[in-house]
Each structure stands twice: as C-alpha cells, then as structure tokens.
C-alpha cells in the first residue's frame, strides 16, 4: 500500500505594506523642572494655624509639611482608617467644629487660614 502524502497547509498571504520612513530622533534638552510660583508664594498663617507651624509666613507646601510633621510627631492619624487625622487641642482650632478629617480635606482647611 502506498503511504499517503500529508498536505502542508499553504503559507499565509502577507498584506504588502509600504515600509514607513525611519523617524529621525530629534535629541530634546530635558530642563530642569521650575516650580510653579504660585505655591512658592509666602502666606502668613493664621493665630490658629501658627500654634502648630509657626507665625513666620512660609509656602504653602511648607505649611502642609509641617502639619503632616506634626501629625506624624503626635500620632494623629487614626489607626485603624489611616485617611483619618483626629484632632487634638491645637487641630481642634484649624479643623473648626470637626474632631476628624480627612486628608483629602487638608489643603482646603490650610486655604481658610492663610492670607
């Protein structure tokens, strides 16, 4: 008996495309980041917000800064819900009639006490 030839499946047809261009590398010059000037502008704290970061007028993240130090330093953030900040005598001023906020909440309540 004769053996039967398999068949190969026929090669697939390949779409002709056009080879595109090499795309020249133009090299870009990185510079250096430059802040945004409004948040390096000096605010004055308020009496209620200077008990915790001083009354000398600072940026505005150098204010969060410090109030997250001072968070950090006092052990303020909730244990079991770490988005939380609790207050205690000095927050209690900032944070208005509220015991706890949030972190989302921080830079609005910094907002109301700095000119």
Wanted: charge should be positive; glycine fraction near 4%.
């Amino acid at each position: 008996m004769a053996k039967k030839a398999k068949k190969k499946a026929a090669p697939k047809k390949a779409a002709k495309k056009k080879a595109a261009a090499p795309k020249k590398k133009v090299a870009k010059k990185k510079s250096a980041r430059k802040p945004n000037p409004a948040f390096m502008k000096p605010l004055t704290p308020s009496a209620a917000l200077a008990e915790v970061v001083g009354n000398k007028a600072m940026p505005r993240t150098e204010i969060v800064s410090k109030i997250w130090a001072y968070i950090k330093k006092n052990g303020l953030q909730d244990k079991k819900n770490r988005r939380m900040i609790n207050a205690d005598g000095k927050l209690k001023g900032i944070f208005g009639s509220k015991s706890q906020i949030s972190m989302f909440e921080l830079a609005k309540i910094v907002s109301k006490h700095v000119k």
